[in-house]
């Protein structure tokens, strides 16, 4: 094995340590060779055991996991793509062609130090935080890691971008400005459903009962059924769909990215800033918050089961609370017709 570092002499008569691998080098601060041979032999020592201890550990994994040794991150990435299907696995191969991930995609599992993540995670985005944390507990599930890369108090927190609701000004812009009919009448939708992307443009004419003029559908996401009644600006946009199979034939096979990137284009037209598609949930959840709209509906409308959630997509309505009085004053009989028995004539009845 070769050594690490190696010593000379420079013509000042000092003692200097050059690294092999690096080229580097420092002056071991001493004129005689005893020392200098010393400081040699500790330092190629220091760096030869943690190699050793790595070769048997090596030799210890392979005896009970053949493959331990070859085993890469990109195999963990390959092995994760395989457990998934759909529109998640489409996320998960988009992700680990991230350019962060790629000194991580060589190195075997065994070699992998907190300082190999800390580097991705540092160069990375917030999706690379998201994900490599999601290869790393999958790895650790598998039995492929000894012990954690990073405790898991130790990873970096997951920072989002602050999200906000579209505007009805900005969503009115954004139409107009859209020169597709399809893919106008599809923001129209977003608006007045409040429903995710992927959701509304897979809509079918048959999720429409016209009968009951009741819109139902179950989300991609969770499972969750919502039912929403057709109102008269719902009516109008759905009128003008087609009247059987998908409603969005063309919207419905482009990709997410795809649909996302054509709305981003359309909004940095506008210089309209901070906002996506999912922005129209943000909006419906608001609209429904400031006008009253019990929460049991707006929870059957977004497709979600905890409370929690929707509060979070309203959390930034601007609500005005009505005075108590006005309250007093609409009494359950405002909408009944009062009838004055004392003074109602008794009517016989018919032989």
């Known amino acids: 094995m070769t050594e690490k570092y190696r010593v000379f002499r420079r013509a000042s008569g000092v003692w200097y340590i050059q690294d092999r691998e690096t080229g580097e080098q420092h002056s071991l601060r001493t004129r005689k060779e005893s020392e200098a041979l010393r400081l040699l032999h500790a330092r190629n020592e220091a760096h030869r055991q943690p190699g ?102 130790q990873w970096p927190e997951v920072r989002y971008k602050d999200k906000r609701a579209i505007t009805a000004d900005e969503h009115r812009r954004i139409v107009d400005r859209e020169p597709n009919p399809e893919r106008r009448l599809f923001y129209e939708l977003c608006w007045h459903l409040g429903g995710s992307q992927g959701d509304v443009a897979l809509l079918r004419a048959e999720n429409v009962d016209w009968k009951q003029r009741l819109l139902s559908y179950r989300r991609k996401k969770t499972g969750e059924l919502c039912q929403i009644q057709v109102g008269a600006e719902v009516e109008k946009v759905l009128r003008l769909l087609a009247p059987t199979g998908p409603l969005f034939p063309y919207v419905s096979g482009v990709r997410v990215c795809d649909r996302s990137t054509e709305f981003k284009k359309r909004c940095r037209g506008l210089s309209i800033e901070g906002v996506t598609l999912h922005s129209y949930r943000y909006s419906w959840a608001e609209r429904a918050k400031a006008c009253g709209f019990p929460e049991r509906y707006a929870q059957q409308a977004l497709g979600q089961s905890s409370k929690a959630v929707h509060r979070a997509y309203a959390a930034n309505a601007d609500v005005r609370i009505p005075s108590l009085e006005d309250y007093e004053r609409k009494t359950p009989t405002d909408n009944f017709v009062v009838v004055d028995f004392r003074q109602a004539k008794a009517v016989a009845p018919s032989k």
């Open 52 to 153: 050793i201890n790595i070769q048997m550990a090596r030799a210890y994994l392979s005896a009970i996991d053949p493959a331990a040794a070859n085993r890469t991150w990109q195999f963990v990435m390959d092995e994760v793509v395989k457990t998934v299907k759909g529109p998640t696995k489409d996320r998960w191969l988009t992700a680990i062609k991230d350019e962060a991930y790629a000194p991580l995609k060589k190195l075997p599992l065994a070699e992998t130090r907190a300082e190999h993540f800390l580097k991705a995670l540092h160069g990375g985005t917030v999706a690379t935080n998201v994900f490599l944390r999601r290869l790393h507990n999958f790895a650790l599930d598998m039995n492929w890691l000894l012990g954690p890369v990073i405790p898991k108090r």
